[in-house]
């Protein structure tokens, strides 16, 4: 068992988030000493799914759907795994944007790098656009999909 505090620091989340989590209903077997939270490992696990599901781009809202799934038992099995997925899908078309963002960020620092070397751009520019080193052309064409 674990004190909230024990929580925060685990996560890396504010105490008032944890509390937060706790009015919305996401620890039902949460146990209570007085005053005092104790977070069970399946509390701890409800917590990764939540910060999961928040990093996937899910609204509270949405993450309470899926703990209301929980609730109702095997009826919901494909409900849950439909909205796994669904943010699955998602991540994936972000990793795909970044991958992009990444390449050109890359092609650049290299693009500026050459460019300070020969003190101008002229070189870079004879080579642009399917003439540049094989590891740079790879970047500026993803870059540029």
Known sequence: MYTIGQVSEMFNLPISTIRYYDKEGFFPGL????NIRY???SDLEAIRVI???KRS?????EIKQFFAWVVEGASSYPDRKKLFENRRAAVQEEIRHLEKTLAMLEFKCWY???AIKDGNEDRIN????DKLPQAIQELYDKAHE
Do not use: A, N, Q
């Open 31 to 34: 146990k209570r000493k007085g």
């Open 51 to 53: 910060e999961c599901l």
């Open 39 to 41: 977070f069970s490992d």
């Open 112 to 114: 500026y790098e050459t």
């Open 57 to 61: 781009g899910l609204e509270i809202k």
């Open 126 to 129: 004879s080579m642009l656009p």
